[in-house]
Each structure stands twice: as structure tokens, then as C-alpha cells.
Nanobody, 122 residues
Framework: QVQLVESGGGLVQPGGSLRLSCAGS????????IAWFRQAPGREREGVSC????????YTADSMKGRFTISRDNAKNTVYLQMNSLKPEDTAIYYC???????????????WGQGTQVTVSS
């Protein structure tokens, strides 16, 4: 069974850091582009960052560039999202997704994880 499992979310103070993980189960992630999306209450889903199969090409949304970094360890079948200098507006459920091409268009992804909650609050 193909699954993506996110972990690493939690409660963090403004200015703090978290590292989210997205682990593949039942398939190897190195054949897939992986993206992170997020959705806050009452807001539309938003693309955060994406990477191609090798990890050699990445893209991060402007509002998060310089604070968020996507990386992947294909030997561990895992993709990460390092989030630094977190702000209250980063509070959302974060999802990872696997697809054939790296894009910030959610509809292009075939597989989705269940999400992990990130809350930034003092």
C-alpha cells in the first residue's frame, strides 16, 4: 500500500524552528517529485516548497524563501522541510505530496499524506 506519512509537527514559539519529515511507504520516493503544501483554517491550500526526484532542483514560495528549506534523503526514503524563524501566520496543517513533476499545483500530485499540525504561538 502506497503511503506518505508526515511527522515533526507541533507547538513552537515565534522565531523557533521545526523539521517536518515525509516518509514513503510502499514505494520509493526517488522516482517522484515531492512537495509540501499547507492549509490554515478558513484559507485555501497553499504551496510551500517542492523538489524533483534527485533533490537537485527545488522551489520555495516567496513568502517562505530564506526561512524554509526542502531536502531529501533518498537512502532513507524521506523528504524534509526545515522551517526556521517561524511566525504565527505559519500555523497550518502541513501536507506532503508525491507526483511526477515538481510543481506548486496540488492537482498534479498523485499521493498525499494525512498532514501534520504546526502551531506557532507564544
Amino acid at each position: 500500500q502506497v503511503q506518505l506519512v508526515e511527522s515533526g509537527g507541533g507547538l513552537v514559539q515565534p522565531g523557533g524552528s521545526l523539521r517536518l519529515s515525509c516518509a514513503g511507504s510502499g514505494f520509493t520516493l526517488d522516482s517522484y517529485a515531492i512537495a509540501w503544501f499547507r492549509q490554515a483554517p478558513g484559507r485555501e491550500r497553499e504551496g510551500v516548497s517542492c523538489t524533483n526526484g534527485s533533490g537537485g532542483s527545488t522551489y520555495t514560495a516567496d513568502s517562505m524563501k530564506g526561512r524554509f528549506t526542502i531536502s531529501r534523503d533518498n537512502a532513507k526514503n524521506t523528504v524534509y522541510l526545515q522551517m526556521n524563524s517561524l511566525k504565527p501566520e505559519d500555523t497550518a496543517i502541513y501536507y506532503c505530496a508525491a507526483g511526477r513533476i515538481p510543481t506548486m499545483t496540488g492537482a498534479m500530485y498523485d499521493y498525499w499524506g494525512q498532514g501534520t499540525q504546526v502551531t506557532v504561538s507564544s
